[in-house]
């Protein structure tokens, strides 16, 4: 089976796969972005995922329910 994975499958390993690696990966406001994006550019590289397409955060909604632009 080498499908590829969607959308939740690949967060649901990329978040398995951080929370099993002997270094901490730390996330949140006051913390460096580049780490995790680093991170995340070696996960999708390793399962062959696709590059955001342009205007991708346009389309997505933040669990408060707060969208992050205007989808067109």
Same mark, same amino acid.
């Given at each position: 089976?080498?499908?590829? %994975? ?6 649901? $390993? ?13 996330? $949140? ?5 580049a ?24 389309? %997505?909604?933040?669990?408060s329910?707060?969208?992050s $632009?205007?989808?067109?």
């Amino acid at each position: 089976m080498n499908e590829k %994975l969607t959308a939740s499958e690949a967060i649901f $390993g990329f978040i398995g796969w951080l929370t099993t690696r002997d270094s901490i990966t730390k996330m $949140g406001a006051s913390e460096d972005c580049a780490p995790i994006c680093d991170r995340i550019k070696e996960f999708c590289k390793e399962n062959n995922l696709d590059e955001p397409r342009e205007g991708w955060h346009n389309n %997505l909604i933040h669990p408060s329910g707060e969208c992050s $632009g205007i989808a067109q």
